[in-house]
Nanobody, 115 residues
Framework: QVQLVESGGGLVQAGGSLRLSCAAS????????IAWYRQAPGKQRDLVAR???????NYADSMKGRVTISRDNAKNTVYLQMNSLKPEDTAVYYC?????????WGQGTQVTISS
C-alpha cells in the first residue's frame, strides 16, 4: 500500500516562499513519477509540476519560473520549492504518485497567500 504525506504548507505573505514536502511509504518510489497538483476552492485540481523517476521535471505555465520540483530517492521524498508566491496560489496542494496504471494521492497541505 502506498501512502503519501504532504507537509510544509502554511500562511505567508505575497512574495514569500514555501517548501512543500511529500514523503512516501513505497518501495516503488524511486521507479515512479511524482507530481504536485493544487486545488483552489470551487476549482478543478490542476497540475503544478511533475518529476520523472530519472529526475526530469516539467511545470505548469501558471507557476513556471517560480517553482522547482526535486526528489530525494534515498529519503522517499519529493519537494516543491515555491517562490514569489501570489494570492492566486492559495490552494490545497496534493502529491500524486502514478505507477503501473494506479494513482495514489496524499491528503493535501493548505497553502494560503495573503496580499
Amino acid at each position: 500500500q502506498v501512502q503519501l504525506v504532504e507537509s510544509g504548507g502554511g500562511l505567508v505573505q505575497a512574495g514569500g516562499s514555501l517548501r512543500l514536502s511529500c514523503a512516501a511509504s513505497a518501495n516503488i518510489f524511486s521507479l515512479a513519477p511524482i507530481a504536485w497538483y493544487r486545488q483552489a476552492p470551487g476549482k478543478q485540481r490542476d497540475l503544478v509540476a511533475r518529476i520523472t523517476s530519472g529526475g526530469s521535471a516539467n511545470y505548469a505555465d501558471s507557476m513556471k519560473g517560480r517553482v522547482t520540483i526535486s526528489r530525494d530517492n534515498a529519503k522517499n521524498t519529493v519537494y516543491l520549492q515555491m517562490n514569489s508566491l501570489k494570492p492566486e496560489d492559495t490552494a490545497v496542494y496534493y502529491c500524486n504518485l502514478g505507477y503501473m496504471g494506479r494513482s495514489y494521492w496524499g491528503q493535501g497541505t493548505q497553502v494560503t497567500i495573503s496580499s
